[in-house]
């Protein structure tokens, strides 16, 4: 059964960075495609980037696109989300997700059937 654990959300200044870790397990990594998704209070689930471990194709939302960067580390069967130039309006629980199928849908949460408990993530302006 897949698992993910996400990790390394907390309270940073506007301007600041965190990097968030999602550990996988139950399966075999290079196999599925690795998301972040991000929900504030009243709001949607809202894609923030995606990575196919496959061919280490990554995508990003264009609201975090330049500031935050996806990547994996093989040996430890973890995806990082690295998040700069932090701001306000990034403040959210922040969700890992994966899934085995259509790699070429990656922004949609319906695209994933395995999702971590999340982690929270507050900007201070």
């Known amino acids: 059964q897949e698992q993910l654990v996400e990790s390394g959300g907390g309270l940073v200044q506007a301007g600041g960075s965190l990097r968030l870790s999602c550990e996988f397990s139950g399966g075999t990594f290079s196999h599925y495609k690795m998301g972040w998704f991000r929900q504030a209070p009243g709001k949607e689930r809202e894609f923030v980037s995606a990575?196919?471990?496959?061919?280490?194709?990554?995508y990003y939302a264009d609201s975090v696109k330049g500031r935050f960067t996806i990547s994996r580390d093989n040996a430890k069967n973890t995806v990082y989300l690295q998040m700069n130039s932090l701001k306000p309006e990034d403040t959210a629980i922040y969700l890992c997700?994966?899934?085995?199928?259509?790699?070429?849908?990656?922004?949609?949460?319906?695209?994933?059937?395995?999702w971590g408990q999340g982690t929270q993530v507050t900007v201070s302006s």
């Open positions: 990575i196919i471990l496959r061919s280490h194709s990554t």
């Open positions: 997700a994966a899934d085995r199928g259509r790699f070429y849908a990656y922004s949609s949460p319906s695209e994933y059937d395995y």
